[in-house]
């Protein structure tokens, strides 16, 4: 009979590492993770099922995309500026379920616009689009590009509109109605109705300043240089000069962002040099 063999080492790891077994699994423990903290979804967004959103949004981008083809206004696979977005975004876009484990599943598109406007979006969904005059105007680099596409993806991920969409249904139809159509079944036809607003829907201000710091950890991970958030807010400030003062706009200001995306600096940096050396 062969007598089992005992490592010292091991019999003096074995009851720490019975302990540290014990504290994972105990209830309330939570593994810190690197990067960013926005804290939780807001509780507006469980007033409102997902599907219905993105079902809406699936819907309005279709409708978009044929007017502009329409008016020859749509970027074909084969323009360069598209190829350059789905690339970034197929960096990207792997990273998205961490914040949104829904991501996994959604059909995800980019498209360009052509247009002069200095924008760029990103549906419930997955449903991404730039317009050229983002591009063209500010003469992006790659990483800024990511900043962008990172900062549109979190509105999406952290279900921005979903939330403003459960907060304008409540307000309109009151607590006590809520809680008669608690199946969602009114409530559902609601949103829907509030879904028109979903091209032109406005973020609040912390909603802006969670989607910078969300969109930047995304990009850091995707390997783009997060510190190209202070240079695109440099370009955006040069370009809207003329702009009303924060308090009287929903977006933060362009040097309150610089100073939160050099504050949050030091969390996603490392996590951009593991992704560039990996």
């Not at 829907?192 to 979903?198: D, E, H, S």
Request: glycine share 8%; hydrophobic share 40%.
């Amino acid at each position: 009979m062969t007598t089992p063999h005992h490592c010292p080492l091991c019999l003096q790891r074995r009851p720490v590492l019975q302990g540290m077994a014990l504290l994972l699994t105990l209830p309330g423990i939570v593994q810190a993770r690197d990067g960013v903290d926005v804290g939780a979804n807001s509780a507006f967004s469980n007033l409102v099922a997902a599907d219905t959103v993105e079902k809406s949004a699936a819907l309005q981008y279709t409708q978009m995309l044929q007017q502009a083809a329409e008016k020859n206004a749509l970027g074909g696979k084969d323009h360069p500026q598209v190829r350059r977005l789905r690339a970034i975004a197929n960096k990207i876009i792997p990273y998205s379920a961490s914040w949104n484990p829904r991501a996994k599943d959604w059909r995800w598109e980019v498209n360009l616009i052509g247009s002069q406007q200095i924008n760029a979006f990103c549906m419930p969904g997955g449903k991404i689009a730039f317009y050229s005059g983002i591009l063209e105007q500010l003469k992006l680099t790659d990483n800024e590009v990511a900043t962008v596409m990172g900062h549109e993806v979190a509105h999406a991920l952290r279900e921005h509109a979903r939330a403003r969409m459960g907060k304008s249904a409540a307000t309109s139809m009151g607590a006590s109605l809520l809680g008669q159509v608690f199946g969602f079944g009114q409530l559902g036809q609601t949103v829907t109705n509030y879904g028109a607003q979903l091209l032109t829907l406005q973020f609040s201000r912390s909603d802006e300043s969670e989607a910078d710091l969300v969109g930047m950890e995304l990009a850091a991970r995707a390997g783009f240089d997060p510190r190209a958030g202070v240079t695109l807010w440099q370009k955006m400030a040069a370009a809207s000069r003329g702009a009303p003062p924060q308090w009287l706009s929903t977006h933060p200001s362009g040097d309150t962002r610089i100073s939160d995306i050099e504050r949050n600096l030091p969390k996603v940096t490392p996590i951009y040099e593991r992704a560039r050396q990996g």
